[in-house]
């Protein structure tokens, strides 16, 4: 089967007329009638139809089962020539988010300089949501990802790494920073600003106030940590963060979660399971697990 065709075929699908897939691709009409037609004779089944009346293309149930096999066939194929890429590089793009570089890059950077592999690495920042999806599609090689529960994905090797805490996250002058603890359904009446989608904070947050059977209100969410801290030192609302992103030079105070349950920040390694680990790799991977005893 050629793979182009299923390129092809794909965009058929996608933009529902020949002649816009033809100027896609820079090729002649008959070019995508031909490919359409080697498709389904080799599959033998017709996989688009044409409704004259209405001048639209149907697609057909062996046209739809196509379509999804030829998604996937097409995206390993792009990721192969990824990985196949990255081994004649010198560097491994490995992916932290900000939370977790910001707590660990500079202590493990240490670790890096002194096995001589800082030179080798190129750091990708993004949320942790955002970098799950960049591994998956061969645009980075490694990851240490956050996540509220064990990440089970058949097509990554995932190590646990860390366990930590969220915290509710005030001002010095708000009236819970005297509290030693907090139960979430308190907070029902207060103002939360809060990290985005890119994160996985509001997961959590979701979590809690659906156990708690509470609508808490959400007045700005930002990937922009350094504004969020701002926002709760100026009293607009109060944080929901994990223990890792609080500091003493923020001027801010972190009170725990009282609930019995609560979800957790989990810190993982990430890599995919069918890429072939090169000696940088395996190095870099070590070397994380030697730093990483120091913080058990």
Known sequence: MNTRDLEYYVQIVKQKNFTKVAKFFDVSQPTITYALQRLEKEIGATLITRDRSHHELIITPAGKQLLIHAQSVLQEITLAKAEIA???????????????????????????????????????????????????????????????????????????????????????????????????????????????????????????????????????????????????????????????????????????????AQPRFLISLATRAQQLPTVLHENVIEVIHEFMKTQK
């Open 86 to 260: 990255q081994l004649q590089k010198k560097k491994l793009r490995f992916g932290m988010p900000p939370i977790i570089g910001n707590e660990y890059f500079p202590k493990l950077s240490s670790y890096f300089i002194k096995h001589q592999l800082m030179g080798q690495i190129d750091i990708i920042d993004g949320g942790s949501r955002d970098l799950y999806g960049m591994i998956h599609q061969g645009r980075i090689d490694l990851a240490i990802l956050g996540s509220t529960q064990p990440i089970v994905d058949q097509k990554l090797e995932v190590e646990p790494l860390l366990d930590k805490c969220f915290m509710i996250v005030v001002s010095p002058s708000h009236p819970l920073a005297d509290r030693t603890s907090v139960s979430f359904k308190e907070l029902v009446n207060d103002q939360f600003v809060l990290l985005n989608e890119h994160y996985v904070h509001p997961a959590a947050f979701t979590k809690l106030s659906k156990q708690t059977h509470i609508v808490p209100k959400i007045v700005y969410q930002s990937n922009d940590l350094t504004i969020l801290k701002s926002m709760i030192r100026e009293n607009i609302g109060i944080g929901f963060l994990t223990e890792i992103a609080i500091h003493p030079e923020d001027n801010l105070v972190a009170i725990p979660l009282a609930d019995t």
